[in-house]
């Protein structure tokens, strides 16, 4: 069992940056894939970004061109370098991963097995 522990939330103003982190026990680059996914009060958990084994990236439309995620295997690590911050950003923010090959990655909810307890990002006007 991979446990995963996210930090570097905080608050910022708008057009702000932060860096996520996601600490992994275990090692997350056994054909696995990572993800970052989101969740607003009163709204579903929703896919940020997405990293596979051999560095494939995708991205929400939402923040394409703001966001980057990135992985490293020397730190069982993943990170979400997150840039020209939005309100419309502030959210609670977890890491994921699925082991294995599922031969396709995925930005739904349900195709990732382990997660962390999430940290908050608020965004102020």
């Known amino acids: 069992q991979v446990q995963l522990v996210e930090s570097g939330g905080g608050s910022v103003q708008s057009g702000g940056s932060l860096r996520l982190s996601c600490a992994a026990s275990?090692?997350?680059?056994?054909?696995?894939?990572m993800g970052w996914f989101r969740q607003a009060p009163g709204k579903e958990r929703e896919g940020v970004a997405t990293i596979d084994s051999i560095g494939s990236r995708g991205y929400a439309d939402s923040v394409k061109g703001r966001f980057t995620i990135s992985r490293d295997g020397a730190e069982n690590a993943v990170y979400l370098q997150m840039n020209s911050l939005k309100p419309e950003d502030t959210a609670m923010y977890y890491c994921a991963r699925r082991a294995g090959d599922a031969g396709y990655c995925s930005s739904r909810p349900g195709f990732y097995t382990d997660w962390g307890q999430g940290t908050q990002v608020t965004v102020s006007s």
């Open positions: 275990g090692d997350i680059y056994s054909m696995s894939y």
